[in-house]
């Protein structure tokens, strides 16, 4: 089993930043991406950012060139437990939402693959 824990969120004006982190409990074996998931009462959760283990990223439009997501493992202090970042900046009122962070990967070697969420944070762009 996984926990995280997440951290960052909150009430912010418009133009302002903010950093979610989200520290994994334990160790992986392997891991195959990191992401950040955005839901909305009423809508479904939707994919926000995307990263693989070779650093390719991708971000849903109306965040690119705004949010960075990175993995940081100085943030926890060990390097065994992945560490997923997301960085948003110039903040709208339409980023309100829930974040979700996922990793998906394999916890233990016989483990089958598999996307593990965190509980999320809320954040809320508001003046």
């Known amino acids: 089993q996984v926990h995280f824990v997440e951290s960052g969120g909150g009430l912010v004006e418009p133009g302002g930043s903010l950093r979610l982190s989200c520290i994994a409990s334990?160790?992986?074996?392997?891991?195959?991406?990191m992401a950040w998931y955005r839901q909305v009462p009423g809508k479904e959760r939707e994919l926000v950012t995307i990263m693989d283990t070779l650093g390719f990223t991708n971000y849903t439009d109306s965040v690119k060139g705004r949010f960075t997501i990175s993995g940081d493992d100085a943030i926890s202090g060990d390097a065994a437990k992945p560490t997923v970042v997301l960085h948003m900046n110039s903040l709208k009122p339409e980023d309100t939402g829930v974040y979700y962070c996922?990793?998906?990967?394999?916890?233990?070697?016989?483990?089958?693959?598999?996307?593990?969420w965190g509980k999320g944070t809320p954040v809320t762009v508001s003046s």
């Open positions: 996922n990793i998906e990967g394999w916890i233990t070697e016989a483990a089958g693959r598999m996307k593990y």
């Open positions: 334990r160790r992986f074996f392997g891991i195959a991406t």
